[in-house]
């Protein structure tokens, strides 16, 4: 959604071939905020934070941009092995919200 996000804002910007950067969901979301859209999540300062939170969790889950895409890394070792406890409920409802946010955020630029 991120990626969406990102290519939307610069097509609205007049870009001809818009593209975001990598699959690494802390740098999209870095490029994201760099393009600045104040009337949507960028101008809340309070959301700001709280995806920004979201974000960085998921990103020191998955620092290598690929936990969340693959089952195991290129060695074949499972991710997120390491983790002694993953509430995933909890993910979920995390990931779920954040989801949200995005889409309503995808909406408003759609107009």
Excluded at 17 to 39: C, D, F, Q, R, V
Excluded at 81 to 103: G, I, K, P, Q, T
């Amino acid at each position: 959604m991120l990626k969406n996000l990102i290519i939307l804002q610069k097509i609205n910007a007049g870009e001809s071939s818009p593209t975001a950067s990598g699959h690494g969901i802390l740098k999209l979301w870095n490029e994201y905020k760099k393009l600045g859209n104040t009337s949507g999540i960028c101008g809340d300062t309070l959301l700001v934070s709280q995806c920004g939170s979201i974000i960085g969790d998921f990103d020191s889950l998955d620092p290598l941009d690929q936990t969340f895409r693959y089952t195991s890394d290129r060695g074949n070792s499972r991710f997120l092995s390491n983790e002694s406890l993953l509430n995933l409920a909890d993910f979920n409802v995390v990931a779920a919200s954040l989801a949200e946010v995005l889409e309503d955020e995808y909406d408003k630029l759609m107009g």
